[in-house]
């Protein structure tokens, strides 16, 4: 499957993005090579910055196989993000559908005209207190089993130096190195031509995800936590903590009737009937 031509849209966003981002990160970026010559593929990227996709975007687009993210599909409809949104051909991602393989029929699409479909597969930013990656969701296991395409995991790190995760402002100076360390394709295999149950796409995204790590131990130079960090156990506990620092509930205090009262005074609580 040939490769899709860049376009005016994509190459106008590069006119727009590239000089700041030039300006404000070094670059070290590896493994290039990885990325399929032709044909449709999946990058399965970490997400430690509100700054990384366009840094990302910049360093996919220099190995010619442009990057097409998923998006919600209400972004597509309106203005000139939508025009934008469309021209450069974002995946639009139908989250109101009730089949999960229908939310992701528009990459789907995109991987078997021979596009590169970059996915986030943790979701959002991660949470994990060091910046590792967090368990995913399964819609890059989904979409790979369904086409049977390359998996390039990829890792990056210095974006989020530039632009911690969930501060709102950036920190310029010293001016921040972004790393990136694309690796060969995750070998899926076994997984084909199976029934893609819940079990089955959450052992996948979990082999992605561990090749995703991998690329980010090697750029760090450190080990990873054995576990990842899962943002609903998280919660889970999180609520758990909640309830056991609250105090015990009391009883509330039983309040007599006057009858009742009365009766115990070793009255009758007939009173109004005597001599009657």
Request: charged share 25%; glycine share 8%; proline share 10%.
């Amino acid at each position: 499957m040939p490769r899709r031509r860049i376009g005016f849209w994509y190459r106008f966003a590069a006119v727009l993005c590239k000089p700041p981002l030039v300006v404000l990160i070094k670059r070290d970026w590896r493994g290039m090579e990885h990325m399929p010559a032709e044909g449709g593929f999946i990058t399965a990227v970490n997400h430690n910055s509100h700054v990384d996709p366009f840094a990302y975007a910049h360093y996919q687009y220099n190995t010619g196989r442009v990057p097409r993210f998923l998006a919600k599909s209400g972004l597509f409809k309106k203005g000139f993000v939508g025009a934008a949104m469309r021209g450069t051909g974002q995946i639009p991602v139908y989250r109101e559908s009730t089949d999960a393989l229908s939310a992701f029929r528009a990459a789907i699409d995109a991987v078997e005209r021979g596009e590169c479909v970059a996915f986030y597969p943790e979701g959002t930013l991660t949470r994990d207190p060091d910046g590792w990656p967090m368990t995913a969701k399964t819609g890059a296991a989904r979409v790979a089993l369904q086409t049977k395409c390359p998996v390039i995991p990829v890792a990056q790190w210095g974006a989020n130096e530039l632009l911690p995760p969930y501060a709102k402002k950036p920190n310029l100076l010293p001016r921040k190195t972004h790393r990136v360390l694309a690796g060969p394709p995750v070998d899926l295999a076994r997984f084909y031509d199976k029934e893609m149950t819940p079990e089955l796409l959450k052992e996948a995204t979990e082999v992605i995800m561990a090749a995703v790590t991998r690329q980010l131990e090697e750029i760090r130079g450190e080990k990873a936590p054995a576990t990842p960090y899962d943002p609903r156990q998280e919660r889970i506990e999180q609520r758990r903590r909640t309830q056991a620092q609250k105090p015990p509930a009391q009883p509330e205090p039983r309040t007599e009737t006057p009858a009742r009262a009365r009766t115990q005074a070793g009255g009758t609580g007939r009173e109004g009937e005597i001599g009657t």
